[in-house]
């Protein structure tokens, strides 16, 4: 059987000053007074290849979000609240000093740890144009100079880097699609007609992927093909691969559309296409530094911005929706399968963190149509739980105990949808605090599936609907409450959110998360997760164009956790009447012993 998660310690803190020492002898040696390392690659990602882990080689921290600042002399690693316990323990703190985003950021770091007058130097592949201005602006306050490099400095000292990935680029099925590549890049060329944009640098893979029905290989859980395209107003585009990655059925698909040229020639195609001059669109997102200045030194007039594709891929058409019902369906039922094992298995206190990973895998690859997991599973226990973005290895295992509670978070990659799901258990009995924490997620939780709201509103808007029960405790919790989900692609997909920065207006047809939650540090972790679908709402009497949400998850909620008490009786009637969807949508497709522990876990209350 295919295993889709690993467990090794990848990293050690004991790599760290041996590695920043190097670095450091490199920056000496150069003139250098500083290197910032950015988690990300030429793509701006947040998934990356091996090739791409840089700030994980370098300092040992493998979290998907930081930035590490050398300095000749000291050293800092920026990090958000959900790595606050992880980066502590995976770098060494003798020689880089984990920083929290919420009390500095890396520029503000900067601002005041460079020497007056030192020179920090930066791959300019790995920073946007806002990135950039952001730090020119630290840089200067600290009385320094800002300097690009050639070529990235750990890649010059990291002797044993991994090659860049090559996995074959396919197509994707216009069964799951729903709308031919000629299509779509007939509207993406009317919005940038309309936008007086004459060709568009397609930096970001996920909407190379999207605009043209592709799909690939070369990062980890996500169906991504790493590379470029340019398209031009009128013309052929370009599709800038490595050749090995791109097979005959992909050449086949694309046609007449474009032209697959070697990633090679990438560079002279931007000087190309910047001596011809005209208004070229750079992603402000994802769009490289690099690609900018090698464009503007051509002779191009550049214009960052929004690449009009994001927007459009993150509103599903009709056969993309359906695909995500029959993956969720499918998923759910894999789910419960799994839910009703480990209510079986856990009272044992054999089971660790890392089985119940394995046997959740296992339930969906018996579903014969798992391709990945859409991201590697949170298994928490106890304290495990409390880390937002836990990633269990071989020597964190812990053991499932009694009395404690116990955190799953995890998704699937089905050609049809991509899912995620996170679940929150009790092993044994749970404390009134446990309950009443709980509840008041779940309180939060079905504020937002409630929610109905004017067209415009945005998920910062909204993102208060599930803090107000916690509020009311004195409670919070440091993470969005809803991220945006690709079709089959990434499980993170941008630009709508729910969270205090989530500033894109909500859409019919877009898809995002609903996963609040409580953390108790050093003692246990609480999330409800499922996935969402922007759809129209009629309200009589209304005069306003109004949304809703429509719940694509179905899989039970722990009752055992649940108090009814501090619950409303709309709550109530939500929390039933979703328990008895998920009986009818997925109990016939359980076997019978799975059904019966079904119809228990769905039980009415109140």
């Known amino acids: 059987m295919a295993q889709f998660q690993f467990f090794d310690d990848t990293t ?23 290197f910032i390392v950015p988690r990300a690659d030429e793509h701006q990602g947040e998934y990356v290849p091996r090739s791409a882990e840089r700030l994980a080689w370098l300092t040992g921290f493998t979290g998907s979000a930081g930035t590490a600042v050398i300095l000749r002399n000291e050293a800092a690693l920026v990090v958000d609240g959900r790595y606050t316990v992880q980066a502590a323990e995976q770098v060494d703190t003798s020689v880089i000093t984990p920083v929290q985003l919420a009390d500095f950021t890396p520029e503000e770091w900067i601002a005041e740890h460079l020497p007056a007058g030192g020179t920090l130097a930066y791959d300019p592949w790995l920073l946007t144009s806002d990135g950039l201005k952001r730090l020119e602006q630290a840089v200067g306050r600290a009385g320094g100079k800002l300097c690009p490099v050639d070529i990235n400095l750990v890649d010059v000292i990291w002797i044993d880097r991994p090659a860049p990935p090559q996995a074959p680029v396919r197509p994707h099925p216009s069964e799951y699609a729903g709308e031919a590549a000629p299509a779509k890049l007939e509207r993406i060329r009317k919005r940038m007609a309309d936008a007086k944009i004459d060709a568009l640098v397609i930096s970001d893979p996920h909407n190379l992927a999207w605009a043209f029905n592709l799909r690939g290989g070369d990062v980890g859980h996500t169906p991504l093909p790493l590379g470029y395209a340019v398209l031009p107003r009128e013309g052929r ?43 070229i669109r750079i992603d402000a997102a994802t769009g490289a530094v690099a690609l900018i200045r090698r464009l503007e030194a051509a002779g191009a007039t550049v214009d960052v911005g929004a690449d009009p594709i994001a927007l459009m891929k993150a509103v599903k058409n009709p056969a993309e929706i359906a695909g995500s019902h029959a993956a969720h369906l499918r998923d759910g039922v894999a789910v419960a399968r799994f839910l009703a094992w480990l209510d079986r298995e856990a009272p044992s206190g054999k089971l660790t963190e890392i089985d119940v990973v394995e046997a959740l895998e296992a339930f969906r690859v018996e579903t014969g149509a798992l391709r990945n997991i859409s991201f590697p599973s949170i298994s928490g226990a106890g304290p495990n739980a409390a880390l937002p973005h836990y990633r269990v290895t071989s020597s964190s295992n812990r053991t499932l105990e009694p009395n ?24 044994g009995e749970p404390t009134a605090e446990m309950k009443d924490r709980f509840t008041r997620v779940l309180k939060g939780h079905i504020a937002i599936a409630q929610a109905v709201f004017p067209k415009g509103t945005t998920g910062a808007q909204i993102d208060a609907f599930a803090r107000k029960p916690l509020w009311e405790a004195g409670l919070d919790f440091d993470h969005g409450t809803g991220h945006g989900i690709g079709s089959y692609l990434s499980v993170h997909e941008g630009p709508q959110r729910i969270a205090k920065t989530g500033h894109t207006p909500l859409e019919a047809g877009m898809m995002l998360s609903n996963e609040p939650g409580f953390y108790k540090p050093g003692a246990y972790g609480i999330r409800i997760e499922n996935l969402i679908l922007v759809e129209p709402r009629t309200i009589p009497g209304g005069d306003r164009e109004m949304l809703g949400f429509e719940t694509l998850t179905f899989t039970p909620i722990d009752l055992r956790l649940v108090e009814p008490a501090i619950m409303t009786a709309d709550e109530i009637a939500w929390l039933n009447a979703y328990h008895a969807a998920v009986r009818e949508k997925i109990g016939p497709s359980l076997d019978a012993e799975t059904r019966a522990w079904l119809e228990a876990a769905t039980r009415m209350i109140g």
């Not at 585009?237 to 090995?244: K, M, R, T």
């Not at 050449?251 to 559309?257: E, K, P, T, Y």
């Not at 998704?411 to 092993?427: H, K, N």
């Open 12 to 34: 050690s803190p004991a790599q760290g000053p041996a590695h920043i020492a190097k670095l450091r002898a490199e920056m000496a040696r150069r003139g250098f007074d500083g």
């Open 237 to 279: 585009a370009s599709l800038f691969f490595d050749p090995v990655k791109v097979t005959n059925e992909a050449g086949h698909a694309v046609g007449d559309l474009a032209d697959f040229v070697p990633i090679g020639t990438f560079q002279s195609a931007l000087d190309s296409l910047g001596r011809a001059g005209g208004k």
């Open 404 to 427: 404690q509670i116990f955190l799953i978070d995890s998704g699937a990659q089905y050609e049809d949808g991509t899912t995620d799901i996170t679940r929150t258990v009790i092993v």
